[in-house]
């Protein structure tokens, strides 16, 4: 089985920081690519950034500029961090990774329990 525990949500004021940390445990053989979502209620998940094994990161526009996604590939680890935050960045995070298992050949999408943001003005 494979676990992505999130955590660093939390409360912040208007142009305040925050950096979320994203952990993959399990029987994992490799991780093509990890990256953060966001949803709001009544809202569908959207991408904030993702950032591919190798590859260059890719940013939501509303983000660009201001986040930062980054990755330890020896720690199976993603991390987000979020400057100069926004009310409207205010959601719940969730942490996903596109990888392999052992005992298969292809690539599944698995998610975090998700962790709120929440932006004050």
């Known amino acids: 089985q494979v676990q992505l525990v999130e955590s660093g949500g939390g409360l912040v004021q208007a142009g305040g920081s925050l950096r979320l940390s994203c952990a993959a445990s399990g029987s994992i053989v490799t991780i093509a690519a990890m990256g953060w979502y966001r949803q709001t209620p009544g809202k569908q998940r959207e991408l904030v950034a993702s950032?591919?094994?190798?590859?260059?990161?890719n940013y939501a526009d509303s983000v660009k500029g201001r986040f930062t996604i980054s990755r330890d590939n020896a720690k199976n680890t993603v991390y987000l961090q979020m400057n100069s935050l926004k009310p409207e960045d205010t959601a719940v995070y969730y942490c996903?990774?596109?990888?392999?298992?052992?005992?298969?050949?292809?690539?599944?999408?698995?998610w975090g329990q998700g962790t709120q943001v929440t932006v004050s003005s």
């Open positions: 950032i591919p094994s190798g590859g260059a990161p």
């Open positions: 996903n990774a596109k990888l392999v298992v052992v005992g298969t050949l292809w690539g599944a999408s698995y």
